[in-house]
């Protein structure tokens, strides 16, 4: 049951982060920090809140109508690849915080929700000096947490990526790193290097909430594949424990309810990442309980008559994707360049968009994840703290003695790991 308006107002008045209240100033959208929605799942225990891709518009409103149904904290978040300087969607880095708060404003949404930037990809040393430029943007547009991914490089690059970038995050906002790229059944994460990455962090004082693994999944469309693999992801966690940092679980999509309530009750992942099955929802495509899209005979998607976009709108889609002689993956573009078109649709058209989202993340959030109610976590723990920040879950245990430059080079050298396939695997 949600908490009471005296509560929610006391929350409103101290939650809410500094840059959030610059942009926002008589906003009633409780928008915090990554830190908080972490710890509300932690302190519910075995429970993870979706961290949806707001793709589009709709994507968004439907998440957040589910999270106020179960009462639940929520992440909204965009990866770089979807929403960053080369976009793909009309969501972006840069006008996410402004979409949720206008809509949270409007319908009425009362659960604490964190913005993430999500997969900020770093895929070499070259890409620093620019993000240097681009993160402190990010956080000025309203980004509450984020997610540095350097997990491109070996695990030296990724760990001085991480030291060199840290500066330019605010003590206050979420914090998500990451090792191993995803890649499937390939090139698997081991305790070894997320120790390596956490306990170097820790040296300097950083306290990432989340560390994302690849642990046996995909992303975008997975039709075969292995999944999640739950007592790796159970034993990386574990040995992470002194640092008090909890998992992020990418590709949900191409795993089955059983599989994510395993996640949920076995490991310490606290945000589990949505994207594609979304989109797919939104538009009115038939998925799976695995959140993929189920496909025909033909390999063709299926639209479910009477949801999401109109038949006509779907067959526009359907050509402008022929035209463009994208395959079944390329279809995330369309995002971009059929969202004027969503929103010209009759009323009744997009709220059955906005529903059908809503229907799918509620039933995770209730009947997976576990996260019903974890709003009232996050609300007590605001006011608890009395601030926007809750300040970091771990201690300095790691001397910054043994963590120099030198010495992280190598340490790594010391690593026996095993990084998959080289190519370039987008997230």
């Known amino acids: 049951m949600a908490r009471s308006s005296s509560d929610f107002d006391k929350a409103l008045s101290v939650g809410r982060p500094p840059n959030i209240t610059k942009l926002f100033p008589n906003s009633r959208a409780l928008l915090v920090s990554g830190k908080y929605i972490d710890l509300a799942l932690e302190l519910k225990g075995k429970a993870m809140t979706i961290a949806a891709n707001g793709r589009n518009n709709f994507i968004i409103r439907g998440c957040l109508m589910a999270a106020q149904r179960a009462n639940a904290a929520l992440i909204i978040e965009i990866a770089r690849s979807e929403g960053g300087a080369t976009a793909y969607c009309p969501t972006n880095y840069w ?19 964190a913005i993430h930037a999500d997969h900020y990809g770093i895929k070499s040393e070259k890409d620093i000096p620019y993000a240097k430029q681009e993160i402190p943007t990010l956080f000025d547009a309203g980004i509450t947490s984020i997610a540095i991914d350097a997990s491109h490089m070996t695990d030296d690059k990724n760990l001085l990526a991480n030291l060199e970038l840290n500066p330019l995050i605010p003590d206050w906002a979420g914090l998500e790193t990451e090792i191993g790229e995803i890649k499937g059944s390939e090139g698997m994460s081991e305790p070894p290097e997320a120790v390596f990455l956490i306990a170097g962090l820790n040296a300097h004082n950083i306290f990432p909430n989340w560390i994302a693994l690849n642990n046996g999944t995909t992303h975008g469309l997975e039709s075969s594949g292995q999944g999640i693999q739950v007592d790796l992801t159970a034993e990386v966690h574990a040995a992470l424990r002194p640092y008090k940092v909890n998992g992020a679980q990418h590709g949900t999509s191409g795993n089955n309810s059983d599989r994510l309530r395993e996640i949920a009750e076995k490991t310490n992942t606290t945000k589990a990442n949505v994207a594609t099955a979304l989109q797919m929802l939104s538009w009115g495509l038939q998925v799976n309980d695995y959140g993929n899209a189920i496909l025909d005979d033909a390999g063709n998607f299926q639209k479910v008559k009477g949801e999401g976009v109109s038949e006509e709108m779907w067959q526009s889609m359907q050509d402008f994707a022929n035209s463009k002689g994208w395959d079944k993956g390329g279809y995330k573009n369309l995002n971009l360049a ?26 995770l959030l209730i009947n997976v994840f576990n996260g019903e109610d974890s709003a009232d976590y996050c609300i007590d723990a605001i006011i608890k703290a009395g601030s926007y920040d809750p300040g970091p879950k771990a201690e300095k245990i790691e001397s910054a003695t043994d963590w120099t430059r030198e010495k992280i080079i190598e340490k790594a050298g010391l690593l026996d790991t095993d990084k998959g396939p080289a190519g370039d695997f987008e997230d």
């Open 95 to 113: 006008n996410l915080a402004r979409q949720v708060d206008q809509a949270m404003n409007e319908l009425h949404i009362t659960v604490p929700v």
């Open 338 to 363: 059929f969202e004027n078109k969503f929103h010209g649709q009759p009323a009744a058209i997009k709220a059955r968009m906005c529903k059908r989202v809503e229907d799918f993340v509620y039933n």
